[in-house]
């Protein structure tokens, strides 16, 4: 195989590093206000003064937590190879309690090679786990309990949760239990004997600010001046970078980007969308490359399939939307043609057709899920009279309407009047 060009090998450099959360959060681990600190600070205390600790790590999903998270924990493993076991559970798989206990158990036997007993009872695992904390502690050796999906451990009795955090009251144990939730209200759903024993630290994960953006973007496509790539190349790709950074189509592009999602994993999706059509014989990554992008990341199949919509349908979609905006308790094929028939009436439109072809029209758009039945009972009623509701939102259907070739006037005035 031939060697690589330089824009190609950049390409690989930049892929690498967006799928590296390590070396996307790098730039916030050097804030003593980061989150990274905050958080490296409550479980290293754990190993340093033998303590116990619990947090939370709450925010929207995609907003870096695990990936911070994950940092902390390589980094302490480093710094302290022989003395921290980590316990990792999820609510998705582990919120029932003995399924969780046992989980416990067999990570704990495996970190300490001992054999695990598929057969122990909840309370078998129990009285282990509680042993194995107070050997650790005595052992100086910290227990990580990293429980994701938190706020799922909190449904049923919450046995977990009470009996690891009761163990922890112990002055021989040394164990910190992080909680990783997308709910801000987390730390409410837990029992008044849990909560008592919960240290009710909580760090909150939010969307990167504008500053954090611009950050991100220059941490992560700027390309390293010391490296095998050839400096004529870096310094040409680095100048085009930053003028297209600083270029205010740019700036709309990342706008659009973040009014849709504005979470740190949907931005790393559009960074590594925007590289991968990088054009390779330039060597560039442009404003174009963005744009076609952003476009790819945010497909709307709604949107996508009001285009193959016949005249006919959208008038049937901006008549159910009227009728919303009159609250009508029930909207169904009737009241949808009498809307239809006011509107020809009032403004002598020029496409009015027949019942049973609006009824076709009628049902392509259940068959597109562009509305749908309201519930599936009466099934013996005819379908003109089942009750129906949309399912595209107002601003999707103008969105829609804009974008129609050859969609009539008078429904863009009809849609701002329902609106």
Excluded: W
Excluded at 34 to 44: C, D, F, R, T, V
Excluded at 166 to 179: F, R, Y
């Amino acid at each position: 195989m031939g060697v690589d060009s330089p824009a190609e090998q950049a390409q690989i450099l930049l892929r690498t590093r967006l799928c590296n959360p390590n070396f996307i959060y790098t730039i916030f681990s050097d804030s003593p206000d980061s989150n990274y600190s905050k958080l490296k600070y409550i479980m290293s205390s754990s190993v340093t003064e033998a303590c116990n600790n619990s947090a939370l790590l709450l925010g929207p999903r995609g907003c870096g937590k695990v990936a911070i998270l994950e940092m902390v924990i390589k980094d302490l493993l480093q710094e302290y190879p022989d003395t921290i076991c980590v316990i990792k559970l999820n609510g998705l798989l582990h919120s029932e309690d003995n399924c969780a206990l046992k989980e416990i158990a067999r990570q704990l036997c495996i970190e300490n090679q001992l054999v695990f007993s598929k057969m122990a009872s909840f309370d078998d695992n129990s009285q282990f786990v509680i042993a194995m904390l107070r050997e650790c502690g005595l052992a100086h050796k910290t227990i990580i309990f990293v429980l994701d999906e938190f706020d799922l451990f909190t449904q049923g009795k919450q046995r977990l949760l009470y009996s690891l955090l009761d163990a922890m009251q112990s002055v021989t144990s040394q164990a910190v239990v992080v909680g990783v939730s997308c709910r801000l209200d987390a730390d409410q759903l837990l029992e008044k004997r849990v909560r008592s024993r919960f240290s009710h630290r909580k760090l909150l994960f939010l969307p990167p600010s504008q500053e954090d953006l611009q950050k991100i973007l220059q941490h992560a496509l700027l390309l390293p001046t010391e490296s095998s790539l050839p400096p004529q190349y870096v310094a040409a790709y680095n100048k085009k970078l930053l003028n297209t950074l600083s270029d205010d189509k740019f700036k709309d592009i990342i706008d659009s980007l973040c009014n849709f999602d504005a979470t740190f994993n949907h931005l790393l999706r559009f960074l590594f969308a925007s590289v991968s059509h990088m054009d390779t014989k330039s060597g560039i990554l442009s404003l174009d490359n963005f744009k076609t992008s952003l476009s790819s990341i945010q497909r709307q199949p709604k949107l996508e399939a009001l285009q193959d919509c016949t005249i006919l349908e959208l008038y049937i979609l901006v008549c159910l939307r009227r009728l919303e905006g009159k609250e009508q308790e029930t909207t169904n094929f009737n009241s949808v043609m009498k809307e239809y028939k006011d509107v020809h009436n009032s403004f002598q439109t020029s496409d009015y057709y027949a019942r049973n072809v609006c009824l076709r029209a009628f049902e392509h758009l259940l068959q597109r899920q562009l509305i749908s039945l309201v519930d599936n009972r009466g099934h013996s009623q005819s379908l003109e009279f089942r009750p129906v509701k949309l399912l595209i939102s107002s601003h999707e259907l103008h969105q829609g309407l804009k974008a129609y070739r050859s969609c009539p006037a008078i429904l863009h005035k009809l849609l701002g009047l329902a609106v």
